[in-house]
């Protein structure tokens, strides 16, 4: 029978690899470096619009997605997206003087999107 000490010895030391920066692993991945594009550009249209808006609404108001069918703003409730709503020419006017190319902007109901 084998000694107890033997059997609970640890495994033998293994070697781990140094740990990939999150910005060099998005680089090698071409639809991670796309997914990175489209969060920065969604994120760049915002702080464009953001100015045009009034102080009480720019709070509320969060970048989403940004895919081949258009542009998500995130809004917390039905009323801030029906007051957002009557911005989207002010939203748009923004867009295209910053040089985007307008396709649709929709508006998400996201209950934490506020904050």
């Given at each position: 029978?084998?000694?107890?000490?033997?059997?609970?010895?640890?495994?033998?030391?293994?070697?781990?690899?140094?740990?990939?920066?999150?910005?060099?692993?998005?680089?090698?991945?071409?639809?991670?470096?796309?997914?990175?594009?489209?969060?920065?550009?969604?994120?760049?249209?915002?702080?464009?619009?953001?100015?045009?808006?009034?102080?009480?609404?720019?709070?509320q108001?969060?970048?989403?997605?940004?895919?081949?069918?258009?542009?998500?703003?995130l809004?917390?409730?039905?009323?801030?997206?029906?007051?957002?709503?009557?911005?989207?020419?002010?939203?748009?006017?923004?867009?295209?003087?910053?040089?985007?190319?307008?396709?649709?902007?929709?508006?998400?109901?996201?209950?934490?999107?506020?904050?």
């Open positions: 029978m084998a000694d107890y000490t033997e059997t609970m010895k640890p495994p033998a030391s293994r070697s781990v690899p140094a740990a990939t920066p999150l910005a060099d692993a998005l680089g090698r991945e071409s639809v991670l470096v796309e997914l990175q594009r489209r969060i920065e550009e969604s994120t760049l249209r915002l702080q464009a619009v953001q100015g045009r808006l009034p102080p009480a609404l720019r709070a108001l969060r970048a989403g997605p940004l895919d081949e069918n258009g542009w998500t703003l809004v917390p409730s039905n009323a801030v997206a029906a007051k957002l709503r009557q911005w989207l020419p002010e939203i748009e006017a923004a867009l295209r003087q910053a040089g985007w190319h307008l396709s649709s902007i929709r508006i998400r109901i996201q209950p934490n999107a506020g904050r």
